[in-house]
């Protein structure tokens, strides 16, 4: 039985970071563990920037990022190994940042950037820190081995959101991962990227190494994910937007969804599944501080408290359409949500009054097209730039007076909407997103801060 440990951006930011998973992994040699690496600090944010900057013509200024993101990578390199990296490794940094530089001289020349280079593009930082990080683990663990996710992560070829095909995954990571695991070796691969069918790189879409781990914990029956970040577990709110916020012990897997869902972004919103399939707890745990507090998601919590945690997420919009004949006509509903299904827009929250519905799109939705969609048979309105407040615990659903004292709590706040959640462990409010910090923060006051 295998252990996953995904180690994220901020994890393997530097020489003196990538030492520390080292002594983590390490640890976890008799478990035959799986590393699963993100790229090195905000690698990926620099080469979407520098891909940008080449399509428009900037050359020099991808040419900046680029030499940035390559410096970070030797300097590490020079830390990690006492300042005399092994030539085939500096070598083999210089290769892939001289293609790199290719690939943006082509952007420019073209003015063209498909979904498909913008992937084999992000995807480098991940073959880059997985690279320099197996070469120094096999120093201090030589049985340990690299080993490319795109051979067992088979996706579909929606480039930057890419789904992974969960069975083929499945037979993959059984044939050609579980073959190499061992007591005494690490396995060192990346997280976010993976390959369709015609080989063509693709990613998860972007915090995708979270998702990474879970599928290949799920495949291989892991005992355990570990999801090793910048916090010690998740908290009962981003502890950026609330000061007081604290780790939380034990999750359920369902809470812990409904919170990545509605914006704890210390989870990619698709990390729970593959392990409730396969019933597998997720642990999130600190990089720095391994014998601090830490999360244990699994089936159940036995946490006693009503509400578990709040969560924010935006920028997103609310429609409102509103028409007399959904008083009369069964199938308004239905006519108004094949809208959304057409374009393959999906819809957060709704809310519903006797002539009208409320409903939240993300950012990107195609606001103009759906209007026009709309408006022959209903008024449709729209307010941008607001944001879901969510206060999430599976406890929601049997302790009465939850919402009466969220709404107390934000009685100097103008709700624009409320919504429970189908499943019951989730009530939402939606906001102007300039209010919703706020708005969090007393929440997080009222239902966890009570000497204050
Ligand atoms: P990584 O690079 O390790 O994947 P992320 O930046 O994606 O790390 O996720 C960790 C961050 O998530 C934390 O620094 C924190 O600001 C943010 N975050 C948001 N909501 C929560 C929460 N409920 N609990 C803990 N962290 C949260
Ligand atoms: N490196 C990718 C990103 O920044 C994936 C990840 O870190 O999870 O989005
Ligand atoms: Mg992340």
């Not at 520390?20 to 979407?48: I, N, W």
């Not at 600190?286 to 709040?310: E, K, M």
Request: net charge neutral; proline share 4%.
């Amino acid at each position: 039985m295998s252990v996953v440990m995904k180690f994220g951006g901020s994890s393997v930011a530097d020489a003196e970071c990538m030492r520390q998973v080292a002594t983590l992994v390490e640890r976890a040699l008799p478990e035959a563990p799986v590393v699963v690496l993100s790229a090195m600090g905000k690698t990926t944010d620099a080469l979407f920037r520098a891909a940008r900057a080449a399509l428009e013509g900037r050359l020099d200024v991808a040419r900046e990022e680029a030499k940035a993101v390559a410096a970070r990578h030797h300097e590490a390199a020079r830390g990690l190994f006492d300042g005399q990296p092994p030539e085939e490794l500096e070598r083999g940094l210089a290769q892939r940042f001289d293609e790199l530089d290719r690939i943006f001289q082509g952007l420019a020349l073209l003015g063209e950037l498909s979904p498909r280079s913008m992937d084999a593009i992000a995807a480098r930082g991940e073959l880059l820190s997985t690279t320099l990080f197996a070469a120094y683990f096999r120093a201090r663990s030589p049985h340990s081995q690299w080993f490319d996710a795109r051979e067992v992560v088979r996706t579909d070829s929606a480039h930057g959101s890419a789904q992974p095909r969960v069975e083929l995954v499945r037979a993959l990571v059984r044939g050609k991962l579980a073959p190499l695991l061992r007591a005494g070796r690490a396995i060192v691969t990346q997280g976010y990227i993976g390959a369709d069918e015609s080989g063509a790189t693709t990613t998860l879409g972007r915090g995708g190494s979270d998702w990474s781990a879970s599928l290949l914990g799920a495949a291989l029956g892991a005992r355990e994910v570990q999801i090793w970040t910048d916090v010690e577990g998740v908290y009962t709110a981003d502890p950026r937007l609330a000061a007081r916020a604290e780790p939380i012990a034990e999750l359920s897997f369902a809470e812990a969804a409904e919170l990545a869902a509605f914006g704890a972004k210390v989870l990619h919103p698709a990390t729970i599944q593959p392990a409730v399939e396969a019933d597998i707890p997720v642990t999130v745990r600190h990089t720095l501080r391994p014998a601090g507090r830490f999360t244990t998601i699994r089936g159940q919590s036995s946490g006693a408290r009503a509400v578990t945690a709040i969560a924010m997420r935006g920028p997103v919009h609310v429609l409102t359409v509103t028409s007399s004949r959904m008083l009369a006509q069964a199938g308004f509903l239905a006519r108004l949500f094949e809208v959304f299904r057409e374009r393959g827009v999906s819809v957060d929250l709704v809310a519903t009054a006797e002539v009208s519905v409320s409903l939240t799109v993300e950012a990107d939705a195609p606001l103009d097209d759906l209007v026009a969609a709309i408006s022959p048979f209903a008024r449709c309105d729209v307010s941008r730039d607001r944001a879901i407040v969510a206060v999430v615990g599976e406890r929601l659903r049997n302790t009465p007076g939850v919402s009466a004292r969220a709404l107390d709590a934000l009685a100097s706040f103008h709700v624009e909407m409320l919504s429970m959640g189908a499943n019951e462990i989730n009530l939402s409010v939606v906001l102007e997103r300039s209010a919703a910090p706020a708005a969090l923060a007393a929440l997080h006051a009222r239902f966890f801060e009570r000497a204050s």
